[in-house]
C-alpha cells in the first residue's frame, strides 16, 4: 500500500472507532519497507488510542527513517502530537514542522493537508493557540481537501476549536456550518461536532446549551474509546465550565478520562479537568479533596503545556484562603503566559480570578476597570460567557459593568428601564429623580447606561431607536405639517442633525434650521427631542 493509500485508510479508521486496526496496519507497512511514513501514521493511531509514549516511538522511529520532506513533515508533526500527551517527551519545535509546511509544493493535497491538521491539532492540544491558528493558516482549509472522506469533520472541527479556545466565538460559530454539513447522519463524528457547539454557545453565554449537554454525552459510548470519544465529553464538560455548572462539567471530564489520573488524556485536558475538580471542592469546602487535586495538578506544575493553568489553579485556592497577594502574583504570571499563546478562555478566566484576588485586596477600582476592559473586548469577538462571569464577579461591590451596546431593554435593570420609560414620556433629569426618590446624579448615570444599552448619544436617538413601541401620547390637535416640514420633523425624530438633513433634502442647513423652528412653534414644543417625541407619538 502506497504512503497515500496508507493515510486515506488510517483516517478512515479513526473516523470510524478503530484505531487499533490502524495502528496494525501501519505496523505491518513499515515492517514490510513502509519506511518513516507508516510509523508516523502508526504515531497518529496511538495518540488516538491516549497511547502518548507509543506515539513518540513511532514518531522517533518515522523520523529516523524518513528520507523526504512530506514524510519528514508527518513524523514530525505526529511527534509534537505526542508530546501533548507525554510528559517524559522532549519538547518539539514547530519552527521547522513550519518550514516544511510552508514550503510544500501542493498545499491543498490530501496529504499536505493531513499533515497540517496534525501539526495544527499538535499546536492546539500543546496549548499553543497562536500558533495552530498560524499552521492551520499554511493551506487551504484541510476539510475541503477531504471532502467526503468520514474524517473531514474532524478536521473542521479543529479549525473550529482553534477560535473558539483563541477567544473568537463568533468566529468559531461560524465554522459550524460548514462542520456539520460535512458529517455523516449517524456517524460517529456526529457527537463531537454538536459537542464543539455546546463549546462555542456556552462561551457565547447561552445558558440553554447546558439541557442539550447531557443527551449529546449519552449517544458517547460508556467507555471512552478514543481521541474523538474523548473529545466529544471534553468539549461538553468545557461548555458547561464556561456557564459555572461546575457539577455537570467535572462529571463529563470524570468520564472522559476513564480513571483518576486521566490518563489516556492530553495534558492540557488533565490540567484543565483538575483544575475543575478543585474548583468544586472549593465549592463543597472539602479540604481533603481539595489537597488531592492539588497533589495531582502538583506533577504537571513545571511543564510548560499546563503551568498556567496549574498557577490559576493554585491561586483560586489562596483567594479561598484570603490570601489576596499570592493569588494575584499567580494569576498576573499565568494569564501573561495564556495572552501570550492566544489561550483566550483560559486568560479571561484568569482576569476574572485576579478581579476577584483585587475585591479581596480592598483595590475594588483596579478590580471595576479590569473588568471593564475585559468585557468590551469579549464583546467584540461574542465571548458572552465573560461578560455573565465578570456580572458575578463585581456583585456586592456596588458596582456593575456597562451594559451591551444595542443590546436595548434586555439589557437594563429595573430601575434602568423605569428612568428610560420616564426620559420617553419626556421627563427631564430633575423630574425623574423627585419621582424615583433619587439624585439627580444617580439618575444621570441610570440615563447613560440607557443610552449605551441602545446605542445611541442621545435622547432623540433613544426615541428613534425604541421608534414604534412608544406609546401614543401626541397632544390633542397637534397641527398638521406642510410636507417639507414633515419630511424634516421625520429626520430630525430619526436623530439626524441639521447639516446631514439638508444633505439628505439637497436645502441649505439655514433652510433646515427654519422649518424646524416652524414645527417647533406649530407643535408647541421646547426642544428637538420634544419635537422628536411628538412625531414618533404620532407616527
Same mark, same amino acid.
Given at each position: 500500500?502506497?504512503?497515500?493509500?496508507?493515510?486515506?485508510?488510517?483516517?478512515?479508521?479513526?473516523?470510524?472507532?478503530?484505531?487499533?486496526?490502524?495502528?496494525?496496519?501501519?505496523?505491518?507497512?513499515?515492517?514490510?519497507?513502509?519506511? %518513516?511514513?507508516?510509523?508516523?501514521?502508526?504515531?497518529?493511531?496511538?495518540?488516538?488510542?491516549? $497511547?502518548?509514549?507509543?506515539?513518540?516511538?513511532?514518531?522517533?522511529?518515522?523520523?529516523?527513517?524518513?528520507?523526504?520532506?512530506?514524510?519528514?513533515?508527518?513524523?514530525?508533526?505526529?511527534?509534537?502530537?505526542?508530546?501533548?500527551?507525554?510528559?517524559?517527551?522532549?519538547?518539539?519545535?514547530?519552527?521547522?514542522?513550519?518550514?516544511?509546511?510552508?514550503?510544500?509544493?501542493?498545499?491543498?493535497?490530501?496529504?499536505?493537508?493531513? @499533515?497540517?491538521?496534525?501539526?495544527?491539532?499538535?499546536? =492546539?492540544?500543546?496549548?499553543?493557540?497562536?500558533?495552530?491558528? /498560524?499552521?492551520?493558516?499554511?493551506?487551504? +482549509?484541510? %476539510?475541503?481537501?477531504?471532502?467526503?472522506?468520514?474524517?473531514?469533520? @474532524?478536521?473542521?472541527?479543529?479549525?473550529?476549536?482553534?477560535?473558539?479556545?483563541?477567544?473568537?466565538?463568533?468566529?468559531?460559530?461560524?465554522? =459550524?456550518?460548514?462542520?456539520?454539513?460535512?458529517?455523516?447522519?449517524?456517524?460517529?463524528?456526529?457527537?463531537?461536532?454538536?459537542?464543539?457547539?455546546?463549546?462555542?454557545?456556552?462561551?457565547?453565554?447561552?445558558?440553554?446549551?447546558?439541557?442539550?449537554?447531557?443527551?449529546?454525552?449519552?449517544?458517547?459510548?460508556?467507555?471512552?474509546? $478514543?481521541?474523538?470519544?474523548?473529545?466529544?465529553?471534553?468539549?461538553?464538560?468545557?461548555?458547561?465550565?464556561?456557564?459555572?455548572?461546575?457539577?455537570?462539567?467535572?462529571? #463529563?471530564?470524570?468520564?472522559?478520562?476513564?480513571?483518576?489520573?486521566?490518563?489516556?488524556?492530553?495534558?492540557?485536558?488533565?490540567?484543565?479537568?483538575?483544575?475543575?475538580?478543585?474548583?468544586?471542592?472549593? #465549592?463543597?469546602?472539602?479540604?481533603?479533596?481539595?489537597?488531592?487535586?492539588?497533589?495531582?495538578?502538583?506533577?504537571?506544575?513545571?511543564?510548560?503545556?499546563?503551568?498556567?493553568?496549574?498557577?490559576?489553579?493554585?491561586?483560586?485556592?489562596?483567594?479561598?484562603?484570603?490570601?489576596?497577594?499570592?493569588?494575584? $502574583?499567580?494569576?498576573?504570571?499565568?494569564?501573561?503566559?495564556?495572552?501570550?499563546?492566544?489561550?483566550?478562555?483560559?486568560?479571561?478566566?484568569?482576569?476574572? #480570578?485576579?478581579?476577584?484576588?483585587?475585591?479581596?485586596?480592598?483595590?475594588?477600582?483596579?478590580?471595576?476597570?479590569?473588568?471593564?476592559?475585559?468585557?468590551? /473586548?469579549?464583546?467584540?469577538?461574542?465571548?458572552?460567557?465573560?461578560?455573565?462571569?465578570?456580572?458575578?464577579? =463585581?456583585?456586592?461591590?456596588?458596582?456593575?459593568?456597562?451594559? @451591551?451596546?444595542?443590546?436595548?431593554?434586555?439589557?437594563?435593570?429595573?430601575?434602568?428601564? /423605569?428612568?428610560?420609560?420616564?426620559?420617553?414620556?419626556?421627563?427631564?433629569?430633575?423630574?425623574?429623580?423627585?419621582?424615583?426618590?433619587?439624585? +439627580?446624579?444617580?439618575?444621570?448615570? &441610570?440615563?447613560?447606561? @440607557?443610552?449605551?444599552?441602545?446605542?445611541?448619544?442621545?435622547?432623540?436617538? #433613544?426615541?428613534?431607536?425604541?421608534?414604534?413601541?412608544? +406609546?401614543?401620547?401626541?397632544?390633542?390637535?397637534?397641527?398638521?405639517?406642510?410636507?417639507?416640514?414633515?419630511?424634516?420633523?421625520?429626520?430630525?425624530?430619526?436623530?439626524?442633525?441639521?447639516?446631514?438633513?439638508?444633505?439628505?433634502?439637497?436645502?441649505?442647513?439655514?433652510?433646515?434650521?427654519? &422649518?424646524?423652528?416652524?414645527?417647533?412653534?406649530?407643535?408647541?414644543?421646547?426642544?428637538?427631542? /420634544?419635537?422628536?417625541?411628538?412625531?414618533?407619538?404620532?407616527?
Amino acid at each position: 500500500m502506497d504512503r497515500d493509500a496508507l493515510l486515506d485508510d488510517v483516517l478512515r479508521h479513526l473516523a470510524e472507532g478503530t484505531p487499533q486496526v490502524a495502528r496494525a496496519a501501519c505496523l505491518a507497512a513499515a515492517a514490510g519497507g513502509g519506511g %518513516g511514513a507508516a510509523y508516523g501514521l502508526a504515531a497518529l493511531a496511538d495518540f488516538w488510542l491516549g $497511547d502518548f509514549a507509543g506515539a513518540t516511538r513511532h514518531a522517533s522511529y518515522g523520523l529516523g527513517e524518513a528520507t523526504d520532506d512530506p514524510t519528514r513533515a508527518m513524523c514530525s508533526a505526529t511527534a509534537a502530537l505526542a508530546a501533548g500527551g507525554d510528559l517524559a517527551a522532549p519538547p518539539v519545535d514547530l519552527a521547522g514542522l513550519r518550514g516544511l509546511l510552508a514550503a510544500a509544493d501542493a498545499p491543498g493535497s490530501r496529504w499536505w493537508s493531513a @499533515v497540517r491538521y496534525v501539526a495544527a491539532e499538535a499546536a =492546539l492540544v500543546g496549548a499553543r493557540i497562536r500558533d495552530a491558528a /498560524e499552521v492551520d493558516a499554511l493551506g487551504p +482549509p484541510a %476539510g475541503e481537501s477531504w471532502t467526503g472522506h468520514p474524517f473531514a469533520p @474532524v478536521l473542521w472541527i479543529c479549525q473550529a476549536r482553534i477560535a473558539a479556545f483563541s477567544g473568537r466565538i463568533e468566529a468559531a460559530d461560524a465554522l =459550524l456550518a460548514p462542520m456539520r454539513a460535512s458529517v455523516v447522519a449517524g456517524s460517529r463524528v456526529a457527537p463531537v461536532v454538536e459537542s464543539v457547539a455546546v463549546l462555542v454557545r456556552g462561551n457565547a453565554g447561552d445558558e440553554e446549551v447546558v439541557r442539550v449537554a447531557e443527551a449529546i454525552a449519552a449517544q458517547v459510548p460508556a467507555e471512552p474509546r $478514543d481521541f474523538i470519544d474523548r473529545g466529544a465529553l471534553l468539549l461538553l464538560s468545557y461548555g458547561a465550565i464556561a456557564l459555572y455548572d461546575v457539577a455537570t462539567a467535572a462529571a #463529563l471530564a470524570f468520564r472522559a478520562g476513564s480513571d483518576e489520573a486521566l490518563s489516556h488524556c492530553t495534558l492540557i485536558d488533565r490540567a484543565i479537568s483538575f483544575e475543575m475538580f478543585l474548583h468544586a471542592a472549593l #465549592l463543597e469546602q472539602d479540604r481533603g479533596a481539595v489537597a488531592a487535586w492539588l497533589a495531582a495538578l502538583a506533577d504537571l506544575a513545571a511543564h510548560p503545556i499546563t503551568e498556567p493553568t496549574v498557577q490559576r489553579a493554585r491561586a483560586r485556592v489562596a483567594i479561598e484562603a484570603g490570601d489576596a497577594v499570592t493569588a494575584i $502574583d499567580l494569576l498576573t504570571a499565568s494569564i501573561e503566559r495564556c495572552v501570550a499563546d492566544e489561550r483566550r478562555v483560559e486568560a479571561g478566566e484568569g482576569q476574572i #480570578l485576579l478581579a476577584r484576588a483585587r475585591i479581596l485586596a480592598a483595590d475594588l477600582g483596579t478590580a471595576s476597570r479590569g473588568l471593564r476592559t475585559l468585557v468590551a /473586548e469579549s464583546d467584540r469577538t461574542g465571548f458572552g460567557a465573560l461578560r455573565r462571569a465578570a456580572g458575578v464577579a =463585581l456583585a456586592g461591590s456596588g458596582r456593575r459593568l456597562p451594559p @451591551v451596546a444595542g443590546a436595548g431593554w434586555a439589557a437594563l435593570s429595573a430601575r434602568e428601564a /423605569e428612568v428610560a420609560r420616564a426620559v420617553l414620556a419626556g421627563q427631564e433629569v430633575e423630574e425623574i429623580a423627585a419621582s424615583l426618590f433619587l439624585s +439627580p446624579r444617580t439618575v444621570r448615570t &441610570h440615563l447613560s447606561r @440607557v443610552l449605551c444599552a441602545f446605542g445611541v448619544a442621545t435622547r432623540v436617538g #433613544l426615541l428613534a431607536a425604541v421608534g414604534d413601541d412608544l +406609546p401614543s401620547q401626541a397632544p390633542p390637535g397637534a397641527p398638521t405639517l406642510s410636507p417639507r416640514q414633515a419630511e424634516v420633523a421625520a429626520l430630525v425624530a430619526a436623530g439626524r442633525t441639521n447639516p446631514q438633513i439638508a444633505g439628505e433634502l439637497g436645502i441649505s442647513v439655514k433652510g433646515v434650521e427654519k &422649518h424646524v423652528g416652524d414645527v417647533l412653534l406649530r407643535w408647541n414644543a421646547g426642544s428637538r427631542f /420634544e419635537l422628536a417625541r411628538i412625531w414618533w407619538s404620532l407616527a
